[in-house]
Each structure stands twice: as C-alpha cells, then as structure tokens.
C-alpha cells in the first residue's frame, strides 16, 4: 500500500485529539508560562538532522513538537508580549486551521466555497471602509506583499497594460512614490521589487504627531515634476509601526486627486480599528483611498498569516494581474466557471484558504467582542503612558496615537545602551518582551500593545521590572563614575 493515510484511523484519531488537547491546555495555562524561551542545544539539535527515510509513529513526533517547539516560539500568545506588532491568536483560530488542513482547499481559482468565503470577507471590509460593493478583495500572507501588490498595480494604472510587456524599456519619465519618514520598510522593497528602485520613494519627514508633514509632501511633489520626474503614488501610513501614528488621511487623499498620484493606505496596523467607534473618526478620508493594505494577523487574531488587500477599482485590479493561460481557462459551467478568480487579482496561484479562518474568528467572536480588544489596548496603552509621565526615571518619546508607547530611561548618558539592555534583559527573564526602535537617533524601548489578553496588572508587571532594572543600571553608572 503506497497510500500516505494511517493504517488504523482509530489510533489516528486518538493521537488526533490527543494533541488538540495538549496545544488548547498550552493557550490555556500561557500566562503562566515565561514570554520567551532560549531554545537550549537538546532542542535545536533534533532540527539539525538528516530527512527521515522510515516512518516513526505520529504520537512519538508529536511529543517532540510539544517538547522542542512548542515552547520556544515569538511569544506572542503571551499577554505580555509587547515587541513588534503581532496578533496574539485565539482559540477559535486552532479549530479553524485544523479544518482548514482537513480540507485543504486551493484558493486560486475555481468554483467552489473557498472563493465564496473570502469574497464575503472582501465585501466585509467593503462595507467597513465604505469602498463600493465592486472593490476586489485579495488574501495575501501580510501588509508587506500586499503594499507590493498596490505599489505594482498603481503602476500600471498609470503607464497602461502595456507595461506588464515592455517593462520599463518604454517608461520615459522617472516614476516618484512618497510616504512618510514612518512608512514602513516593505515600502522601500516594494519599489525595489517593482524595478524602480527604493530611492524612487521619497521618504518625507514626519511632524511632531509622527504624521507625515503635508507641506513638505507638496513641495516634494512640485520638485520631482520640476525636475522631469513622474510622481504616481502615496502610500499613507495607518497606524505608523514606530509610535502607531495615523496619516492625515482626508488631506492626503485631497493631494492625491489634485495630483493625480494613487492614494494607497497601509493599513496594517489601523484598518481594523475601524472596527471602533471611538478610532473610527482618526481614519477619516480612508473611504478616498485607491487601496488598502491590511492584516487580520494583528488586530484581528487570526492565526498567521492573514494580509488582505482591498482595490477600490476592481478593472485597475485585474488589469495589472488577470491572465489568460491555456491551463486557467474558464467554463460555462462546473469547476472551471466562474468570471474573477484569486490568481488574477495577485501573483499567487496556489493558496491556502485563509479566508475561513477569518471567517471563522468572526462569526464566533462577533466584530464587537474585537472592537472592544482594539479599544481595549488603546486605553491601557494610554494607562502606560501616563504611569511613565509619572515615573521620575523614566520619560515618554512621542505621543500616544493608538497603542504603541515610546519611552526610555530620563537621563542622556548612555540612554540608547541602557534602553536595550533593559529590553534584552526582559526577553532573558522570560517577564515580558517590548521592543525598541529609533527615535530622534536615540534606541528607545516599545511597547506595542495587541494581545487580547493583556491586563493592567502585566503593564504594572513589565513597568515595575522597567523600573527596578533603571535603578539597577542608573546605580551600575554612578559606581563606574
Ligand atoms: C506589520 C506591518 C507591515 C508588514 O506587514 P506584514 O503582515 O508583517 O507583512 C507593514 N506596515 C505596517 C505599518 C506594519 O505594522
């Protein structure tokens, strides 16, 4: 028998459950678990291996997987996983991926389910952004690929179908994009992967609010016409991944249509805070947008990876993909049919069925259950901010827009290295995991604020360990003087 199935389903089945019990007993008992783990040389050493040849029994596997993997992942289950901006998951989630497995659909194309779901997620996301019924919806792994995909489409808006065949070669004028000193680094790539180049994007320095600065966009923009070039996009930044700052939206779609440049959002961070009433007002104009990018991998907890890209102008969409492959041929009727598929929206062919997990986490928790997580992280991230205004040791580096907060030890002298210690040394301990980032040339710690999980006694927990470990080096200093 060559087929790869189990010889007993029954065993199968029990092994089965087995570990489904053992991953939501983990989810269940994280808190009590450190945030982050080394992964000691027992551990890294089964991954060093040479491939297997020979069968090993599926249970004996799996207790490898909850002994040398399980343990040692990002964190971001954790409540007080505070580095980067990651989803934390949800229980629901697990289900989901496992049907999903079972399933195993392949999202490119066709006529069945997968690709009724996802387009009731993109008309979702239609009616909360207030795009037309007629916007394309796109599952991609995250903001990164998404922000490409938008980068790539708005080029060809704007040089014509032709230029998915010639290239650049027939592309007179250079073509300029902007965002701000804030934007994201998938940004830059994007134009590196679109062969313009990252120095094409002009990165525009940002005001004192962490937003991109309108009249330095304007004069930016009557320079490079100024000087022969061809300003086509401006990619607005919904929630900044340094301090969360959210773009002036409406004025930069007013720029955008007076300068005919394609008003793309990322909307990595923020879009799903339009879940909330309360943020809904600081995204106002995102409705004046050619797309979006945005991920239900971090606000929205579904598991890894769920980006998503919405195209207002579903023709602008399949211009720049739809194809015409003998073997991607449509029928009238059966599994062929069917006008627009997923591979002529992006440059995905095979797909996973990503949207039923977000459809899943959905219909299970309700939009509102969300919304108020999102609203949620925002006032205990307001909560940080004010306990560290109070703190004599330590001071805020910028505002609060959303959920990220931007701090660091009070005095100048070695600030940059104190502040990474500090935040290496809470990754070691296992007690919480901020991150930093550059602010004004200084290393500041950041605390991004995502998990569904998180209390205000783990933001007391990491800033009292913030604090005693301040006292701890601010004492090392003095000695050393
Ligand atoms: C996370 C993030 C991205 C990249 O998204 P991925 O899902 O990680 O690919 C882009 N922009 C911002 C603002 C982000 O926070």
Known sequence: MTSLDPHDWKAFRQTAHHALDGIITMLEHVRDQAVWKALPDESQSVFERQMRRFPRPLDEVISDVMRHVAPFGTGNTHPRFMGWVHGAGTPVGIVAEMISAGLNLNCGGRYHVGLVVERQIASWLADLIKYPPTATGLFVTGSSIANFIAIYIALVARLGPDYRSHGHRKVAKKMVAYTSAHGHGCIGRGLEMAGLGSNQLRRIPVDAAG????????????????????PFLVVATAGSVETGAVDQLDELGAI??????????????GALALLSDKLRPLFRGIEESQSIALDFHKWGHVPYDAGFLMVRNSAANLAAF?????????????????????????????????????????????????????????????????????????????????????????????????????????????????SWTQLGGETVIRCAIFNHRTTRDDVDTVLDAISRLVRHYSSEQEASQ
Not at 359 to 382: H, R
Request: hydrophobic share 40%; glycine share 6%; charged share 25%.
């Open 256 to 269: 955008a249509a007076h300068e005919r440049l394609w008003f793309h959002v990322d909307g990595a961070i």
């Open 211 to 230: 937003r991109i600065s309108l009249p330095l966009l304007n004069e930016a923009i009557t320079r490079d016409r100024d000087n022969g070039f061809d």
């Open 322 to 434: 739809s194809n015409s492959q003998s073997y991607l041929q449509r029928g009238e009727r059966g599994l062929a049919s069917g006008d627009v598929w997923p591979c002529d929206l992006g440059p995905d062919l095979s797909r996973g069925f990503r949207a039923l997990k977000t459809w899943m986490t959905f219909e299970t928790l309700g939009s509102d259950a969300i919304a108020k997580c999102i609203d949620e992280n925002c006032s205990l991230a307001a909560y940080m901010a004010r306990r560290i205004e109070a703190d004599p040791l330590l001071e805020l580096k910028a505002p609060v827009a959303l959920n990220i907060v931007c701090f660091g030890i009070r005095t100048t002298k070695d600030a940059s290295a104190i502040n990474r210690e500090i935040v290496m040394n809470l990754h070691e301990q296992g007690i919480a995991a901020p």
